[in-house]
């Protein structure tokens, strides 16, 4: 008897399945920088976060026996520009999340997978059908709904969080572009870098805590002094650490896989996952309306996994580009 040749895999699920729990994985990032932005500045959190990441990233290079060449490149341009978008992302979030609910800054946030579909059209002309606009706007109407429009939410920081938005759909379309040469472990390394030589640059000039003392807290959580990490706060940046690295890892192999317009509506996953955070770390329970946005949101992202395994088989797939 001849052996069984096993399933062929389908990209597109995998990236599906990649894309979710990637971003359940990164929702923990959330969270610990949510509970550490009280004490520490960003740029400190950010270092230690990175630090931690690149250890990681050895780590697995050396467990899996591949070779630290996946590090090199000869698309520095690129990883500069795409870094650079990322650092502006974060910093954005995280300063807007220090003066905002956990939820709340989430909920704004993801009006990311409504851009990440637009800019797939506009940067790099992939179709987008009537069913995944479909999906992409339940989705968004989720976010609406736990955004309540009308009752003060659009602040300051919730701009901040808009920004952060903008540019990590536009850091999803470089790795769009950059998928034919750049390995998704290449592609996080470069940004742990760039996390790393940023915030040393912002350590030596404001880590001493000159400019600290301002009573609003995104300004108090991106100025205020370093100062050396309390024992029960370290498994607080070693969460951050594992959640950036590997999250990140899986969400930028999902965006290889697939085109950006069918793994967009897939992140909406991390706003039920910050319901639950908020409420197991701070004690805030999702009301009847919270809940009604949590089920467009997870309706549209179960309606789209299920329209795309259906049609899989009958799927053909360019191993070179990573279209389906």
């Known amino acids: 008897m001849g052996s069984v040749a096993p399933p062929p895999i389908n990209p597109t699920l995998t990236g599906i399945l990649l894309v979710l ?3 359940v994985v990164m929702s923990i990032n959330d969270v610990a920088i ?23 990233l050895v780590a ?18 690129e990883h500069l520009i795409r870094v650079s978008i990322v650092m502006v992302s974060n910093v954005t979030y995280f300063v807007g999340l220090a003066a905002m609910p956990l939820a709340d800054a989430v909920a704004v946030a993801y009006i ?55 540019c990590y759909a536009l850091s999803h379309m470089m790795t769009r572009q950059m998928r034919g040469t750049e390995a998704a472990i290449t592609l996080s390394f470069y940004v742990q870098v760039g996390f790393v030589v940023v915030s040393l640059a912002m350590g030596i000039v404001a880590g001493d805590g000159k400019f600290s ?52 509506p897939f992140e909406y996953a991390g706003m039920p996952m910050a319901i639950f955070w908020g409420a197991m770390v701070f004690g805030s329970w999702p009301d009847t309306t ?6 467009l949101i997870c309706g549209a992202g179960l309606y789209t996994l299920w329209r795309e395994t259906r049609r899989g088989q009958g799927t053909r797939f360019d191993s070179r580009s990573g279209r389906v």
């Open 112 to 166: 990311s997978p409504l851009l990440v579909t637009l800019l797939s059209v506009v940067l790099l002309s992939e179709r987008v059908g009537p069913r995944r606009w479909a999906a992409v706007t339940v989705g968004m109407a989720g976010v609406v709904v736990m955004l309540r429009p009308g009752s003060g939410m659009i602040q300051p920081a919730a701009v901040l969080v808009l920004v952060s938005a903008l």
């Open 213 to 264: 003392g301002s009573a609003n807290p995104s300004l108090a959580f991106l100025l205020r002094p370093w100062i050396w990490p309390a024992m029960a706060d370290w498994p607080a940046f070693i969460a951050t650490g594992l959640s950036v690295a590997i999250g990140g890892l899986m969400v930028a192999q999902a965006y290889r896989l697939c085109e950006a317009g069918l793994i967009a």
């Open 21 to 23: 729990g990637g971003s």
């Open 60 to 77: 697995l290079i050396r467990l899996s026996g591949q070779s630290f060449a996946l590090f090199t490149t000869t698309r520095r341009r």
């Open 290 to 295: 919270a809940w009604t946005g949590i089920a």
């Open 34 to 56: 949510k509970f550490l932005s009280g004490d520490y500045p960003l740029h400190q959190v950010i270092l230690i976060r990175a630090l931690i990441g690149l250890v990681f």
